[in-house]
C-alpha cells in the first residue's frame, strides 16, 4: 500500500491535497455537504491505489532482434511479446524501448487492454547507419489507471546485443600474375625450398607432364604416379587495414575509415570464399582474424564481427618491423602514410611476392571540396614509391565504388596504378 501511494501523479496528489483542504474548510465552516465532497475527494485516489496494490499486475515481456547480426546501412526489426498475469483488469500501459540514436527514434507503444495469460506481438523497425557493437533497451512500462492518477515505472526488459556488420559488396575477378588462384586446389601453390620431403609422388590427373611420371612407384602401385619436388605449401592472402584515426578524414557513414573497413570486409570474404586462406591484420601486423578457406559461413562471421567492433587507433604513423603478410600475398588498404612509412613497409616485402595496394584519398573524403588535382597530388607521392618498389597501386577518392576499384586492383600491376574517385 506504502509503495502504491509512492506511485501517485501529479495529478492524484493535488486531487488527495485538494481533499484534505477542502475537509479542514468544512469543520472550520460547519459545513456537512462540502466535508462530503472532501472524503469522495480524498478517497478517489485512496481507492485507485488499493485497487492497483489489489490488482498485483505482473507483467512479462521478451524482445527478439530479426536478426540479430544486421549489414549498415540495411533494416532490421523488433520484435516485443508482452503478457500479464494478475487477479484484476489492468489498466492503460506505456511501453518505451531504449534504441541509441544510431539505430532511429525511440519506439513508444500505448497498450489499453492488456490480455490475461495471452501475448501479444509489437514490431518496430531499426535502421542502423553505422557499424558498431549496439545495445537495445531497456524496455521499460509505465502501468496507470484510467484516472491518470497513480503509475508505476516497471523495466521489463534489460539490454539485447546487436551487432552491425560493415556494408559488404559483390566483388569479382581474381588479381592477375604469380600468387592468387595458383596451387593445386586454389589454396595453395609451390615455393621453391620450402616444401615437404615426406611426399614425393602423387596420382597421375590429365594434363601432368609425362616427363614426372615416376615408373617404379608406377610399377609397384600399378597405376600411373607422379613425381612432385615439392608438397604445395599453404599460402594465403593477408589484407592489412591502416586504422589509424590519423591517416583517414571524415565522420559518419561516410568517412574515409568507414570505406576502408567495408572495402575490407568485401575483400576478405570475396578471397576466402574463392577458396584462400585470409589473414586480416591491422598496420602494425596484429593479426585480427585468420579464416581458412573452406570455413563457411562462420569464418565470414568471424571476420565481420571484428570489423564490426573495431576502433580507430591513436598511432601516428605505421609501426610495421616485419613483413605483414609473411611471405603471403598482401593487399593493402592504406590512409594517408609518410614516405618513411612507406619506405619501411616496401623494404620487408620480396619482390617476388605479390604486393597490391589501395590508397585512400583522404582528404577527398571531408565533403567532396578538394579538386581531383589536388586528390592525385595528395597521394601520388607514396603511390610512387610503391609502384617504385614492384608493387600495384589503385588511388581511391570519396565515392570510388568498390567493385571498380577491385577490378583495377586486379588489372594493375607492377610499374602502374590508377586514380579513381567518385561521381562528379
Not at 133 to 149: E, K, M, S, W
Not at 180 to 200: F, K, N, P, W, Y
Amino acid at each position: 500500500m506504502l509503495r502504491s501511494l509512492s506511485g501517485l501523479t501529479t495529478r492524484g496528489r493535488c486531487l488527495l491535497a485538494a481533499g484534505f483542504a477542502a475537509a479542514v474548510c468544512a469543520m472550520v465552516l460547519n459545513e456537512r455537504d462540502l466535508l462530503r465532497v472532501a472524503v469522495f475527494i480524498i478517497g478517489l485516489p485512496l481507492l485507485v491505489v488499493l485497487f492497483i496494490a489489489a490488482s498485483r499486475v505482473r507483467i512479462g515481456a521478451t524482445r527478439t532482434l530479426l536478426p540479430d547480426r544486421v549489414s549498415a546501412g540495411s533494416t532490421s526489426e523488433v520484435e516485443l511479446s508482452l503478457w500479464r498475469h494478475g487477479k484484476l483488469p489492468a489498466g492503460e500501459v506505456l511501453l518505451e524501448d531504449g534504441v541509441p540514436y544510431a539505430l532511429g527514434s525511440r519506439p513508444r507503444f500505448v497498450v489499453e487492454r492488456l490480455p490475461q495469460g495471452r501475448a501479444i506481438a509489437l514490431r518496430y523497425p531499426i535502421q542502423p547507419m553505422l557499424r558498431g557493437i549496439q545495445q537495445v533497451g531497456p524496455l521499460r512500462a509505465t502501468l496507470t489507471d484510467p484516472f491518470g492518477l497513480c503509475e508505476f515505472d516497471r523495466e521489463l526488459i534489460g539490454h539485447s546485443r546487436l551487432v552491425v556488420v560493415p556494408r559488404v559488396v559483390n566483388l569479382w575477378g581474381m588479381p592477375t600474375g604469380a600468387g592468387l588462384g595458383s596451387g593445386d586446389d586454389g589454396s595453395v601453390r609451390l615455393h621453391a625450398g620450402q616444401g615437404e620431403t615426406d611426399v614425393i609422388v602423387r596420382h597421375y590427373r590429365q594434363g601432368d607432364d609425362l616427363r614426372k611420371v615416376h615408373w617404379r612407384s608406377t610399377a609397384r602401385r600399378d597405376e600411373i604416379m607422379v613425381r612432385v619436388e615439392e608438397r604445395p605449401w599453404r599460402g594465403g592472402t593477408t589484407v592489412l587495414l591502416d586504422q589509424r584515426a590519423a591517416a583517414h578524414h571524415g565522420t559518419g557513414p561516410t568517412a574515409s575509415l568507414e570505406w576502408a573497413i567495408s572495402f575490407a570486409a568485401s575483400v576478405c570474404l570475396h578471397v576466402r570464399r574463392a577458396g584462400h586462406r585470409v589473414r586480416l591484420v591491422t598496420e602494425h601486423g596484429k593479426v585480427l582474424a585468420d579464416a581458412p578457406g573452406d570455413g563457411g559461413d562462420g569464418s565470414d562471421n568471424v571476420i565481420l564481427d571484428t570489423l564490426a567492433a573495431l576502433q580507430p587507433s591513436h598511432q601516428r604513423d605505421l609501426t610495421i618491423g616485419h613483413d605483414p603478410a609473411e611471405g603471403q600475398e598482401l593487399i593493402a588498404i592504406l590512409g594517408t602514410v609518410s614516405n618513411e612509412a612507406v619506405g619501411r613497409l616496401a623494404r620487408y616485402r620480396p619482390r617476388g611476392t605479390r604486393s597490391l595496394a589501395v590508397i585512400l584519398d583522404t582528404p577527398a573524403f571531408t565533403g567532396g571540396v578538394a579538386t581531383p588535382d589536388h586528390r592525385a597530388a595528395a597521394t601520388e607521392e607514396s603511390a610512387a614509391l610503391l609502384r617504385a618498389a614492384g608493387w600495384g597501386v589503385v588511388v581511391a577518392g570519396e565515392g570510388a565504388p568498390m567493385p571498380q576499384v577491385w577490378s583495377e586492383l586486379c588489372r594493375t600491376g607492377a610499374g602502374r596504378g590508377m586514380l579513381i574517385g567518385g561521381p562528379s
